[in-house]
Structure formats: structure tokens, C-alpha cells
């Protein structure tokens, strides 16, 4: 019996860690997600009486849940960076007071069933959710249920940043001392590249109809503009606004507005938002008159990305310069012109990059304020080490709360701890407060007036003070900095397949380029012939690409290229061409439906049986021409063959596709015939000599055979 015993407690003592670890394992998988649909009020007052969380909660698990409850929990004041990181991340924290759970309704919940949300709770001096004192609080909506085989647990919390201002049921409280200074940028960008292709005096194609849902009423750049309309109404509200505009986004709607079409598998549609494009592009014309507005790089592109693509020379900037240059676009469609010289780049910028924005004309970057080294707290704009370069730091604790769940919620907790509602530990409160929100900020309508309407709440309290972005960019540099991005910024960045790709088409496009002059007659410069590639590989530095393969990355690019030069090629005979001679000329008809001039040299390939004679001579084919050229060729032998005739640019740029040539000759060139002719003397010759040499070997051996031989008995 103990021998048994002992086997089973053996057995059970390895079974339970096998048995906890599955159970731990399993816990691990989310059960149940909740999306929260309304918070109010976002800040607390000293006149707030409740508190109310709407939402819905779903089973994303593979168990029914039974018994789902919900409560609100309350942390402790938080008083450092660390500890808002922490909630933001959706860390534990202690807890100062806490709701009963409240059921949700229904008494399971299937998987993939939801249920609605909605708990509203007393606030007051007797109510259990308790506010010591104005602050910035944790507040976790904790949803606990008991799923199938398994017991009541935590399976799913939204932790969110709660300001209060003041105390329920207790009198105003004071506002800190100073209030900072408080801009905020409003991105008004592209989510991903749209462009397919843009050819001059061709129709905009765009890859799908996404486009045209975000400009649609309700969609999320609609949304943007409405929100931004709206809050016109709060002088204080308005005048921190800054617009922050993609020019791809602006001249894309802009070409949508005149009719495009959409790329499919069975070939392009037309598109269907030209009215939406008309309209959005109304709304925002209206937007931005007389507003602050600054400029984001073109399509978003990764600046560093566009300095590697010509790494081999220094001095040549074009593709940045290109990206970094879309105030004159925003100024032209909209009528505005943007704040001179201001950036808003996004990636990872290396010393390199900061040094060749800055000749290109920046002035001013605004950018991520981790992002910038100083031996002194960022209170300001500072001036960039080694350059003239001055940068204007954006909060970086906004910015990540702003970028999350709860966004809105957590930014405003964000704000409220930076404006001194956090207490006054050392350099957590700040003196200027530059906000941004993601650069793809995707909520909906409502949400977005919501965070407006409250920042006009903080400013009408005293708790931030609304001004304009100019103001804080007229300041003096407060100090120094230098860009501090660590390497695995850079290593996320745009990766090296891609500039690599982007290098081989960019020095294709400059050869082609190179062949191209203006026509007197059409007055078309080739720069914008060529626009579309270059615009093309901008967007192909998108920072919306992350992760994507070079291949499609760089795909559009490609596409453009290859529909500007097969405009220019060799016609393919539509029939044999018959050698009259083995000396005769190869009629080659090229055509060029560019609106540009274009020089170019014909090249054969796989031309086994044919060979150019001379030097190869190069063509100008004027705009929307053709010339005809017979090329002097040798046939190397009769009969029947084929030939390939390429065409190239000078510098040796391919141009078109090659075509074949389908010949017959009944006669070898002059030349030819004269090379076989010396060979076939030179082989007779030698042939000649080598006989003859023969016989006179044969002569001399017989000589030696017939003569007597005088043997030393005869001699003596």
C-alpha cells in the first residue's frame, strides 16, 4: 500500500505543474474584448454627480462565459512619467476605492456574442469612487466572468487616464501657477499610398475606392475637417490649431476632382468619389483660409530613405528636395501658404538627413521631443548642433497617449498631468506644450469634437493657454540639442531592399531623363514627363509601406517608368525583310509618342547571322514623331534568320522593347566574302606548304636508303 501510495502522489506530483501550466496557458488567450463607446464626463469638476462608461463587450474566446460583471476601479494620483507610461500600457496599479460589480444582462455569452455595457456610477463624498483631490487618476473598467471549466476571473480592462480638475462636491479647486503655453498640430494625411499611376495628360488611377470612403460624409478625413469646422466656434479652440497637410493628399483629391479610375483585376473602372472629392476639397479650402498651416512630406516619405537613394553622391538631393517641397502644392490647390520653412517629417532622421534638410531650405522641424538630446530640460524651441537648424519639440507623453487605446481620454489625462495637475516633481510640468496626435489619426466624428471641445474646456479653466503656433516657433532657441535616434529606429525604418530598388529605378530615370530635350512646337519640359516616377519613388519612402515587400513597395515606380519609355520604340516589321544584298541596309522605323524630343541608338541583339557596319549613329526623334533609319548590317551567312533590334539612350538607357526582325538573304556581304577568300588562300597556302614539305622529306629519306654504305673492313 505505501509502495502504491507513493507511485500515486509521484504520478499527481508531476501531473499538477503539466496541469497549472495548460490552466496558465490557457488564461493567456483573451476571452473577451471591450470597446468603450462613451466616457462622461472626460474631466472631473467639483460639480460632476456621476460617472457613466457605455461600450460593448464581446466573447473572442472558444468558451461560453456566464456570470460577466463589470465595476470601476480607481488608482492612486499619479505623479511621474513612469507611472502614466505604466497605465498607458496597461499596467497594475493599487487601488484607492472601487465600485460593486454591476451584472451586464444577459446570463452567458456564446463565443463571438456581445452584450452592451453600461454603468453609471454616483460621484460625492459619500459615493465609493472617491477623488482625493484634483489630479490626474488610473481609472480601469474591469469586466470579470466565469468561463466554461474554469472558474470567476478577470478576462478583459481598458485602463484610462482621468483628469480632475476638482473635487466633487467641493469648492473650485486653484489652478497651478502657470499655465503652459499649449499648441496643437491637427495631421491632415494620407493613410496609405492611393496612387497607382499619374501620367502626364493620363488618367489618375488610385488603387481602390478607399479614398473616396475617407472623403465620403462620416469618413475619417471628412471626420478631420468637420471636427476642425466645428471647433471654429471657440476662438481660444481655433487659434492653437495648427493644420498639419500631406500635399500627395491634396494633389490626389485635387486630380480626383477631374475624373479617375480605379485599377482592377479585369482592367480599370472609373471611379466613383468625384463628388466627394469636390466636396471634401471645398470644406477644406474653407478650412485652412486664413489658418496656421505647415507642411508634412510628400506621401509621408521616410526622409532617410530618400538620402540613401543617391548615397553615391552627396550633393544631390533631388528625391528630398522633392519630398520636403510640397508648401508651393498646398499653396497653389488651397490658396494658403504655409508656415515658411516648417517640417512636421515622420521616421527616423539621421545626422546625415538633419544636415540635407537643412539645405534644402528648412528652417524649423517639429519632432518628437525623446527624439531630441540636451543637457537641459526641453522647455522650448531649440537650436540644432552643427546646423542651422531649429527645432520646435513635440510633447512625447502626449503624443503616446494619443496613439492607443482610449486615445482621446488618455491624451486629455496627458495634457492635464503636463499643464501641473501631476504635482510639481521636477521636470514633469512644462512651459511650452507642442501636441500632436498620430499622423493617421483614424476616430470617429464624434470623438474628435469631443477632444476639441474639452481642450477648449482646459483653456477656458486656465489650465493650458491656447497659443498659436507661430508664437512658439517666433521664440529664440531656449537652449541646444542633437537628434538622438537609436539604432532600432533606424533599423525599423524604410529597409535596405527597398532603396536599393528604388537607386536602380531613380538611375534609369536619369538616364532617360538625360535623352530628353524640349520640343519648339509643344513646349512641354521634360521634367514633367518624367514627375510621375519621381513622385512615384517618393511615395515608394512612405512611411505607411512598413514592412511591405520592395517589390510592391517600389512597383508603381516601376510601372510609371516602363509606360514613359515604351513610347519610344522600334515598330516590328509585319513582314521579312529581303536582303537585296549581303550588303544591304536594315530599314528601322522608330516612332515617339512623348511630348518631348528624344535621342536615341539602335542596338542589335541575337544577330547571329547579321553584323553592323560603321559606327552606330545616334537619332533625334522629335515630339510625337518618327524617323526611319537604314542601318548598315552585313549578312554573315543565306538564308533564313532573325535578329533583335533594341533601342537605347545615348548613355545606354534601355528605351521600348525590342523587336524582332524576321530576314531572308541569298548573298554573303562583300566584306565577308573577301574575309573567307583570305582565309580560304591562307589555308590553300599553307596546305601548299605543308605538301610540299612532305615530298621533300620523302626525297631525302629514299636518298638515304639508296646510298652505299662503307663499312671500317672496307675502309681499311
Known amino acids: 500500500m505505501k509502495r502504491l501510495a507513493a507511485t500515486v502522489l509521484s504520478i499527481l506530483f508531476l501531473?499538477?505543474?503539466?496541469?497549472?501550466?495548460?490552466?496558465?496557458?490557457?488564461?493567456?488567450?483573451p476571452r473577451l474584448r471591450v470597446d468603450l463607446d462613451q466616457l462622461n464626463p472626460r474631466v472631473v469638476t467639483s460639480t460632476s454627480t456621476s460617472l457613466a462608461v457605455t461600450g460593448r463587450v464581446t466573447n473572442i474566446g472558444d468558451r461560453r462565459i456566464s456570470k460577466l460583471g463589470v465595476r470601476l476601479q480607481l488608482g492612486t494620483r499619479l505623479q511621474t512619467e513612469q507611472q502614466i507610461g505604466d497605465v498607458l500600457a496597461g499596467g497594475?496599479?493599487?487601488?484607492?476605492?472601487?465600485?460593486?460589480?454591476?451584472?451586464?444582462?444577459?446570463?452567458?455569452?456564446?463565443?463571438?456574442?456581445?452584450?452592451?455595457?453600461?454603468?453609471?456610477?454616483?460621484?460625492?463624498?459619500?459615493?465609493?469612487?472617491?477623488?482625493?483631490?484634483?489630479?490626474?487618476?488610473?481609472?480601469?473598467?474591469?469586466?470579470n466572468g466565469t468561463p466554461d471549466f474554469g472558474g470567476p476571473e478577470r478576462l478583459a480592462a481598458v485602463s484610462l487616464l482621468m483628469p480632475v480638475l476638482?473635487?466633487?462636491?467641493?469648492?473650485?479647486?486653484?489652478?497651478?501657477?502657470?499655465?503652459?503655453?499649449?499648441?496643437?498640430?491637427?495631421?491632415?494625411?494620407?493613410?496609405?499610398?492611393?496612387?497607382?499611376?499619374?501620367?502626364?495628360?493620363?488618367?489618375?488611377?488610385?488603387?481602390?475606392e478607399r479614398l473616396s470612403g475617407e472623403l465620403s460624409p462620416g469618413g475619417r478625413l471628412d471626420s478631420l475637417v468637420a471636427a476642425a469646422r466645428a471647433a471654429e466656434a471657440d476662438t481660444k479652440v481655433s487659434s492653437s490649431l495648427c493644420l498639419a497637410i500631406d500635399p500627395d493628399l491634396v494633389a490626389t483629391v485635387d486630380g480626383m476632382t477631374r475624373g479617375y479610375q480605379v485599377a482592377t483585376g479585369g482592367g480599370p473602372v472609373p471611379g466613383k468619389g468625384v463628388d466627394a472629392a469636390k466636396n471634401w476639397l471645398g470644406q477644406l479650402k474653407a478650412l485652412v483660409a486664413g489658418r496656421c498651416v505647415v507642411t508634412l512630406p510628400f506621401a509621408d516619405a521616410d526622409l532617410t530613405a530618400l538620402t540613401k537613394v543617391r548615397a553615391g553622391d552627396a550633393t544631390d538631393t533631388a528625391l528630398l528636395t522633392s519630398a520636403i517641397g510640397g508648401a508651393s502644392t498646398i499653396k497653389n490647390l488651397l490658396g494658403i501658404q504655409p508656415q515658411d520653412g516648417v517640417l512636421w517629417p515622420g521616421g527616423a532622421l539621421d545626422s546625415q538627413t538633419v544636415e540635407a534638410i537643412g539645405k534644402a531650405g528648412v528652417k524649423t522641424l517639429l519632432t518628437d521631443s525623446g527624439k531630441l538630446q540636451s543637457d537641459a530640460?526641453?522647455?522650448?524651441?531649440?537650436?540644432?548642433?552643427?546646423?542651422?537648424?531649429?527645432?520646435?519639440?513635440?510633447?512625447?507623453?502626449?503624443?503616446?497617449?494619443?496613439?492607443?487605446?482610449?486615445?482621446?481620454?488618455?491624451?486629455?489625462?496627458?495634457?492635464?498631468?503636463?499643464?501641473?495637475?501631476?504635482?510639481?516633481?521636477?521636470?514633469?510640468?512644462?512651459?511650452?506644450?507642442?501636441?500632436?496626435?498620430p499622423r493617421h489619426w483614424d476616430l470617429t466624428g464624434?470623438?474628435?469634437?469631443?477632444?476639441?471641445?474639452?481642450?477648449?474646456?482646459?483653456?477656458?479653466?486656465?489650465?493650458?493657454?491656447?497659443?498659436?503656433l507661430p508664437d512658439l516657433l517666433g521664440e529664440s532657441p531656449s537652449g541646444t540639442a542633437s537628434v538622438n535616434y537609436e539604432p532600432k529606429d533606424l533599423t525599423a525604418a524604410t529597409s535596405g531592399d527597398v532603396t536599393a530598388r528604388m537607386s536602380q529605378l531613380?538611375?534609369?530615370?536619369?538616364?532617360?531623363?538625360?535623352?530628353?530635350?524640349m520640343d519648339t512646337t509643344k513646349r512641354v519640359n521634360p521634367a514633367d514627363v518624367i514627375a510621375p516616377v519621381r513622385?512615384?519613388?517618393?511615395?515608394?519612402?512612405?512611411?505607411?509601406?512598413?514592412?511591405?515587400?520592395?517589390?510592391?513597395?517600389?512597383?508603381?515606380?516601376r510601372g510609371d517608368l516602363e509606360a514613359i519609355r515604351s513610347q519610344v520604340t522600334v515598330e516590328r516589321p509585319k513582314q521579312t525583310i529581303a536582303l537585296a544584298s549581303g550588303a544591304s541596309p536594315l530599314p528601322v522605323f522608330i516612332t515617339n509618342s512623348l511630348p518631348v524630343t528624344v535621342k536615341a541608338r539602335i542596338a542589335l541583339k541575337n544577330n547571329v547571322g547579321l553584323r553592323p557596319t560603321g559606327d552606330v549613329q545616334e537619332l533625334t526623334i522629335v515630339a510625337n514623331g518618327a524617323a526611319n533609319q537604314l542601318m548598315p548590317v552585313e549578312a554573315l551567312r543565306a538564308g533564313r534568320f532573325s535578329v533583335d533590334v533594341a533601342l537605347t539612350t545615348p548613355d545606354g538607357?534601355?528605351?521600348?522593347?525590342?523587336?524582332?526582325?524576321?530576314?531572308?538573304?541569298?548573298?554573303?556581304?562583300?566584306?565577308?566574302?573577301?574575309?573567307?577568300?583570305?582565309?580560304?588562300?591562307?589555308?590553300?597556302?599553307?596546305?601548299?606548304?605543308r605538301i610540299y614539305r612532305r615530298i621533300k622529306d620523302s626525297r631525302a629519306h629514299r636518298a638515304e636508303e639508296t646510298t652505299p654504305r662503307v663499312t671500317e673492313d672496307a675502309q681499311v
Open 506 to 517: 531613380d538611375n534609369e530615370t536619369l538616364g532617360l531623363s538625360s535623352a530628353m530635350t
Open 446 to 468: 464624434a470623438e474628435l469634437t469631443t477632444f476639441l471641445e474639452r481642450m477648449g474646456d482646459f483653456y477656458a479653466a486656465g489650465l493650458v493657454k491656447a497659443t498659436p
Open 377 to 437: 530640460p526641453l522647455s522650448g524651441g531649440v537650436s540644432i548642433e552643427g546646423t542651422n537648424l531649429r527645432a520646435q519639440p513635440i510633447d512625447a507623453l502626449t503624443a503616446s497617449a494619443l496613439n492607443g487605446s482610449g486615445t482621446t481620454q488618455n491624451g486629455l489625462g496627458a495634457i492635464a498631468f503636463r499643464a501641473g495637475l501631476g504635482g510639481q516633481a521636477a521636470g514633469q510640468e512644462r512651459s511650452r506644450l507642442l501636441i500632436a496626435p
Open 166 to 208: 476638482g473635487v466633487p462636491g467641493k469648492a473650485p479647486a486653484t489652478r497651478p501657477p502657470s499655465a503652459p503655453s499649449t499648441s496643437l498640430l491637427w495631421p491632415i494625411a494620407n493613410s496609405t499610398v492611393h496612387v497607382v499611376s499619374s501620367p502626364l495628360g493620363g488618367p489618375l488611377t488610385l488603387a481602390d
Open 535 to 557: 513622385l512615384a519613388l517618393i511615395r515608394a519612402a512612405s512611411t505607411s509601406w512598413s514592412g511591405a515587400d520592395a517589390g510592391v513597395v517600389t512597383g508603381n515606380a
Open 653 to 689: 538607357t534601355r528605351l521600348g522593347s525590342d523587336a524582332r526582325f524576321e530576314l531572308t538573304s541569298t548573298e554573303y556581304g562583300a566584306i565577308t566574302i573577301i574575309i573567307t577568300l583570305t582565309a580560304a588562300g591562307a589555308l590553300l597556302l599553307l596546305s601548299s606548304r
Open 92 to 143: 497594475k496599479f493599487k487601488d484607492l476605492s472601487a465600485t460593486d460589480f454591476v451584472d451586464l444582462g444577459p446570463d452567458t455569452l456564446e463565443p463571438g456574442q456581445s452584450a452592451g455595457l453600461n454603468l453609471t456610477v454616483p460621484l460625492g463624498q459619500t459615493a465609493k469612487l472617491q477623488f482625493p483631490r484634483p489630479g490626474v487618476y488610473p481609472l480601469l473598467v474591469n469586466v
Open 15 to 29: 501531473a499538477l505543474p503539466a496541469l497549472f501550466g495548460a490552466v496558465a496557458q490557457a488564461q493567456e488567450q
